[in-house]
C-alpha cells in the first residue's frame, strides 16, 4: 500500500466508525480497531444503536458512543436513519467517517454525500446476501454509493473483484482481516482439556461451527451434511455457537448428535475445545472465525468463498465447493479420523496467521488508508485556492 507523507497537512486525526448491528463479527472488529486507534492516540466515536454488547465492550475505553438508532433490514425505516446520521455526524468533529456493512453504507453516504472524507467497508456484498430480484437494485446502489466513497476497504482480493464484476467503480483498498494473537495463543494439549471440562463436553471428536445462525453461514448445510459424518464417526459431536433468525428452525429439526449453545460473550473456549472447525458460509468476505480458529491451531473446513483460500492457503484445512454437502461431510470425516493430518494443518494455520493476519498490522494499514483520504482531500482544498 502507498504510504502518504502527511508532514505538510497538520491534521486532526479523528475517526467517526458507523454500524448497526451490535453484536457478531462486524461489531467486534470495530470494537478492536477503535481501541486501538484510540490507544494510538485517534480521537475515535462509534455510532450505533444501543441494543445489544457493543457498548459493553467499550466501557472501559476512550471511544465515544453516540446512539444511532437503525433496524438490520432495508425498509420505510431508512429516511429516518438517515436523517437521524447525517444529525449525528454534523454534530461530530471526526476527520474521516468510516462506514461498516450495509445499513450504514447506505444511510451514511446519502447522510454525507462525499462532503467529509468517506470510507465504507462492506464486510460481504449486500446483493450477494439479497434474493435475486433485488440483487440488481442492490448492486446498482453499491455503484452510486461508490461516487461517494473515498474509498471501498475489502477484507479481502476476493471480496474487492466480487465488487468489480458487478460493475462498481471505485478507489479500493484491501486490508485484510486480522487477530489479536495476545488473545488467541496456541492452546497446549492440557488446556484443551479443561477447555472441554469447563464446557462439560463429553468424551470424543467435536466439530464446532461458529458465527450468527442465518442464511449466509449455511449452518443448514452443515446440518444436511451431518448425518454423512456420523455414518463413519458414530461418536462424533457438533456444536453450533451462536444465534440468529434460523437457530429456532434449525433446532427444530432435531439431528442426532448436534447442540445449539446460542450467543455467548466469548467463544474462545468452543474454538479451543474443538478438533475441527466448520465453516460452510454461502459468502463472506474474510471469516474472523476461520481467522480465530488457525490463531489457534485448530484445523479448518470451510468453503470456496472470499478470502478463504486467501488465508488457508492449501495446508490450513479444506476448503470446498459452496453448498456442497457431500463433499462437506467427506473434508469433515477425513479430519476426523486422521488427527495427525488435522494437527498439522492446525499448526500451518498459526504459522499463516503469524505472518500475515496480525491485528496489529489490519490497524497499521487503515491507518494509511485514512492518512490517505485525509492528505488528498487537503491537495484539493489547496489546490483549489
Not at 481501541?35 to 475505553?61: K, M, N
Not at 462498481?168 to 484491501?174: E, F, G, L, P, T
Request: with cysteine; proline share 5%.
Amino acid at each position: 500500500m502507498l504510504c502518504h507523507d502527511a508532514a505538510d497537512f497538520p491534521m486532526k486525526r479523528s475517526v467517526i466508525h458507523v454500524l448497526q448491528p451490535t453484536d457478531g463479527g462486524v461489531p467486534h472488529y470495530v470494537a478492536a480497531l477503535a481501541r486501538h486507534q484510540s490507544d494510538a492516540g485517534w480521537r475515535v466515536e462509534i455510532a450505533a444503536p444501543s441494543s445489544g454488547p457493543l457498548r459493553e465492550w467499550l466501557d472501559d475505553s476512550d471511544v465515544g458512543y453516540l446512539t444511532w438508532e437503525a433496524r438490520r433490514d432495508p425498509g420505510p425505516s431508512i429516511a429516518g436513519e438517515i436523517t437521524g446520521l447525517r444529525a449525528i455526524l454534523e454534530a461530530s468533529e471526526a476527520r474521516v467517517v468510516h462506514l461498516h456493512s450495509a445499513k450504514a453504507g447506505v444511510a451514511g453516504r446519502w447522510a454525507v454525500k462525499g462532503h467529509r472524507p468517506t470510507v465504507f467497508q462492506p464486510h460481504s456484498w449486500t446483493f450477494e446476501a439479497v434474493p435475486r430480484p433485488l440483487r440488481q437494485v442492490m448492486t446498482a446502489w453499491e455503484r452510486l454509493g461508490a461516487r461517494w466513497s473515498d474509498r471501498i476497504v475489502c477484507v479481502s482480493d476476493g471480496e474487492r473483484e466480487a465488487g468489480r464484476s458487478a460493475g462498481i467503480h471505485a478507489r479500493w483498498a484491501v486490508v485484510p482481516n486480522g487477530v489479536d494473537l495476545s488473545k488467541w495463543q496456541v492452546p497446549s494439549a492440557s488446556e484443551r482439556d479443561m477447555a472441554r471440562a469447563r464446557l462439560q463436553v463429553a468424551p470424543g471428536p467435536l466439530v464446532v461451527s461458529v458465527g450468527r445462525v442465518r442464511r449466509q453461514k449455511g449452518h443448514d448445510i452443515l446440518l444436511d451434511a451431518w448425518p454423512r459424518v456420523l455414518e463413519k464417526v458414530p461418536d462424533a459431536q457438533l456444536v453450533v455457537v451462536g444465534d440468529g433468525p434460523e437457530r429456532g428452525p434449525l433446532m427444530q429439526r432435531a439431528i442426532r448428535k448436534v447442540s445449539f449453545v446460542g450467543e455467548i460473550p466469548d467463544a474462545r473456549d468452543w474454538v479451543v475445545a474443538a478438533n475441527l472447525i466448520a465453516l460452510p458460509s454461502r459468502y463472506e468476505g474474510m471469516s474472523l472465525a476461520m481467522l480465530e480458529a488457525m490463531a489457534s491451531a485448530t484445523s479448518v473446513v470451510t468453503t470456496a468463498v472470499a478470502g478463504a483460500r486467501e488465508a488457508m492457503g492449501s495446508e490450513s484445512g479444506a476448503i470446498v465447493a459452496i453448498e456442497d454437502r457431500q463433499a462437506l461431510a467427506d473434508a469433515i470425516t477425513t479430519r476426523l479420523l486422521d488427527r495427525e493430518l488435522a494437527a498439522a494443518e492446525g499448526r500451518a494455520g498459526r504459522a499463516r496467521i503469524e505472518r500475515h493476519h496480525s491485528f496489529e498490522r489490519t490497524v497499521e494499514e487503515m491507518t494509511e488508508v485514512y492518512v490517505a483520504v485525509m492528505v488528498e482531500r487537503e491537495r484539493s482544498v489547496t489546490d483549489t485556492l
